[in-house]
């Protein structure tokens, strides 16, 4: 057969793996040569990690799977009735079998003119931005005489108080008190401002009560302002409104929404509010025998409960879906339903604080922090990433030095 994947993050590449070396023809299609490790990209927002560190080119990843071949391309939609995947340069692409895990991009609730004022974190462009952002509004602070606007540019707002805000404030509010420390003379970085902001009641509303109230105590240790229950209403380039106050800031990042990427409308199909398809029990996409969706694209529910867009669950989507498929003898064949293993969910606040929820099982602080870093090495692609980032993180650990602050 003829197996198409749409899409080289985590779900795409561990169906793509398991179908390595059958009898099947595979081909990866994806808009980037490179497969990213997004739950570190805050880290090359913020200096401390290289987007090398954290990506992988996705002919390499295969390079030992004969039958497994790529392209680079963006796919413009999906012909069903010939059963062809056309992209962005006019090509098209026959299947036998269709598989869409593009993942998701974030949301600004209806104003998507604030993109341009605050940057999201799903790519290694929105990283660069971010750190780019960040690191000239120190510099133009230090050449600024007024205070005022000093205030100003040391100012960053972080929207939204999941794991991506949470780990965002964090770890730039390390940058400013340790990394930067000493290194300028008409400002102290140490003093600079850093304000998460979160409608919601609490932070980390995925997470059990006390490990969120645990991450806000140690947000605020490290000078982070946590406003609840409050919501931006307007933005521009110098700051933001949050319900009736102004805030003046030189940096802002949105974290505070997702929503799949438009695979949805390649096929017609009408989706929840947040553009999931709706698929069956082995991931098939309902209406569709031969087409399936993996991973933030999918409206999977497990338990009466849809499944969180989380890199463990698309792996483990990909995984059982590349098995299945591996000894398909033809096109819609009914596979095994997936079931997912729920194996912990953590986030990192800072400098020996972080959280880990196993479900029954809870972890906090130095011993959580530890195995986050582990799990987190082990995750990464290959052998040659997990050195480079645990020699990265080790010298980080004792100089609290970032190396990658470089402004483009």
Request: glycine fraction near 10%; charged fraction near 25%.
């Amino acid at each position: 057969m003829r197996i198409v994947v749409v899409g080289g993050g985590f779900g795409g590449l561990a169906c793509a793996k398991a179908l390595g070396n059958s009898p099947h023809q595979v081909l990866v299609i994806d808009k980037k040569n490179f497969n990213l490790f997004q739950p570190l990209l805050y880290q090359v927002a913020t200096g401390a990690l290289s987007p090398a560190d954290i990506a992988e080119p996705i002919r390499r990843v295969f390079k030992k799977y004969r039958n497994i071949s790529t392209v680079m391309a963006e796919v413009e939609r999906v012909d069903t009735a010939t059963s062809h995947v056309v992209t962005s340069d006019g090509r098209q692409y026959p299947y036998d079998v269709l598989i869409l895990a593009t993942g998701s991009r974030y949301s600004y609730f209806g104003h998507d003119d604030w993109a341009q004022h605050a940057t999201s974190l799903k790519t290694v462009e929105d990283a660069r931005l971010i750190r780019t952002r960040l690191l000239t509004a120190f510099e133009r602070a230090e050449k600024s005489t007024d205070p005022e606007e000093q205030r100003r540019l040391t100012t960053t707002v972080v929207i939204g108080g999941g794991p991506t805000g949470v780990e965002m404030a964090g770890a730039i509010a390390e940058l400013g008190r340790w990394t930067l420390e000493g290194e300028f003379r008409n400002i102290n970085p140490s003093s600079a401002r850093v304000i998460l902001v979160e409608g919601g009641q609490r932070l980390l509303g995925q997470f059990p009560e006390k490990l969120a109230l645990y991450a806000q105590r140690e947000l605020e240790n490290l000078g982070v302002e946590i406003w609840l229950k409050r919501r931006v209403t307007e933005m521009d380039a110098s700051g933001v409104r949050v319900d009736d106050e102004r805030v003046p800031a030189g940096t802002i990042v949105w974290g505070a929404g997702v929503t799949a990427t438009p695979a949805a409308q390649w096929l017609g199909l009408e989706t929840d509010r947040t553009g999931r398809i709706p698929v069956e029990a082995d991931l098939s996409v309902v209406g569709f025998p031969g087409i399936y969706a993996l991973g933030d694209i999918t409206a999977f529910t497990q338990d009466d409960k849809f499944l969180p867009g989380l890199a463990q669950v698309a792996k483990q989507q990909g995984r059982h879906l590349g098995e299945g498929l591996r000894s398909a003898t033809e096109p819609g064949q009914k596979l095994a339903p997936f079931r997912y293993h729920d194996r912990g969910n953590t986030a990192v606040i800072g400098r020996h604080a972080a959280i880990f929820d196993f479900g029954r099982h809870r972890m906090k602080g130095r011993l959580a922090w530890l195995l986050w870093a582990i799990v987190h090495v082990y995750l990464l692609v290959n052998a040659e990433k997990r050195a480079l980032v645990s020699l990265q993180w080790l010298w980080r650990y004792i100089t609290k030095a970032r190396g990658v602050r470089l402004i483009p």
